[in-house]
């Protein structure tokens, strides 16, 4: 019912700046109520960077608070990731994440496949 594509990763020097794309399908979609963008290296466990709500509310983890902006189309058929002054650090596979109710209690999270950031130093 929700499917997510991302692209937009690739290799960039550090100071760099890349925007990753999460095209968002299927006929739950304006049932969504938050949309996420986590990320994940090796050795490391699944991280929230940034997260937009319905309302517009956003949220940043603090370490790239300031860096990254997320943004939602008004549509709701498209969410961003923008990347700016970009840091080694930076480097992992990042994840788009859908959440919606679908019952009395119960919230789904869909998952994208993923796309990889290298930030060499």
């Known amino acids: 019912q929700v499917h997510l594509v991302e692209s937009g990763g690739g290799l960039v020097q550090a100071g760099g700046s890349l925007r990753l794309r999460c095209e968002v399908s299927g006929g739950s979609i304006s049932s969504i109520n938050i949309m996420e963008w986590y990320r994940q290296g090796p050795g490391n466990e699944r991280q929230l960077v940034a997260r937009i709500t319905s309302s517009g509310s956003m949220n940043y983890a603090d370490s790239v608070k300031g860096r990254f902006t997320i943004s939602w189309h008004p549509a709701k058929t498209t969410v961003y990731l923008q990347m700016n002054s970009l840091k080694p650090e930076d480097t992992d596979v990042y994840y788009c994440?859908?959440?919606?109710?679908?019952?009395?209690?119960?919230?789904?999270?869909?998952w994208g496949q993923g796309t990889r950031v290298t930030v060499s130093s």
């Open positions: 994440s859908a959440e919606r109710p679908v019952g009395n209690d119960a919230l789904v999270q869909s």
